[in-house]
Nanobody
Framework: EPRPVEFGGRSVQVGGSLILSCVVS????????MAWFRQAPGKEREGVAS????????LYSDAVKGRFTATEDNANNTLFLNMNNLKPEDSATYFC?????????????????WGQGTQVTVSS
C-alpha cells in the first residue's frame, strides 16, 4: 500500500522559511491529489494546502495563502511545502495525506492514508 513519509520539520525563528517534503512510496507516478495538514496541541487538524500532481493546481487555506506554496517532483512521488514568513501560529505537526475521497480537498475527512507527521516550531 502507498505510504507517505514527511521530512524537514525543525525549529525556526519568526519570519523564517522552511521546506517540508513528503515522499510517497508504493505510488506510480501520475495525476492524483495530495495534501498537507497541520495540527497544533489541543486543536483540530486543519488543511493547509492541496495539490493535483502533474497539473500543479493547488488550493490553500486562508491562514497560509501568500506565504506557503506547494510544489512537486512527480517523477519521484514527492510533494513539497515551501513555507515563508513563518509565524508562531504556524507551529504544529505537519502531515501529508493521500488517497483523496473526492470531497473538500482541505478536509482531513477526505483522505485515507496519512504520514506520521513532522514537527515545526516557530519561535521569536
Amino acid at each position: 500500500e502507498p505510504r507517505p513519509v514527511e521530512f524537514g520539520g525543525r525549529s525556526v525563528q519568526v519570519g523564517g522559511s522552511l521546506i517540508l517534503s513528503c515522499v510517497v512510496s508504493g505510488y506510480k507516478s501520475g495525476r492524483y491529489r495530495m495534501a498537507w495538514f497541520r495540527q497544533a496541541p489541543g486543536k483540530e487538524r486543519e488543511g493547509v494546502a492541496s495539490m493535483y500532481t502533474i497539473t500543479g493546481d493547488a488550493l490553500y487555506s486562508d491562514a497560509v495563502k501568500g506565504r506557503f506554496t506547494a510544489t512537486e517532483d512527480n517523477a519521484n512521488n514527492t510533494l513539497f511545502l515551501n513555507m515563508n514568513n513563518l509565524k508562531p501560529e504556524d507551529s504544529a505537526t505537519y502531515f501529508c495525506a493521500i488517497r483523496w475521497r473526492g470531497g473538500d480537498p482541505l478536509s482531513p475527512r477526505e483522505y485515507v492514508i496519512w504520514g506520521q507527521g513532522t514537527q515545526v516550531t516557530v519561535s521569536s
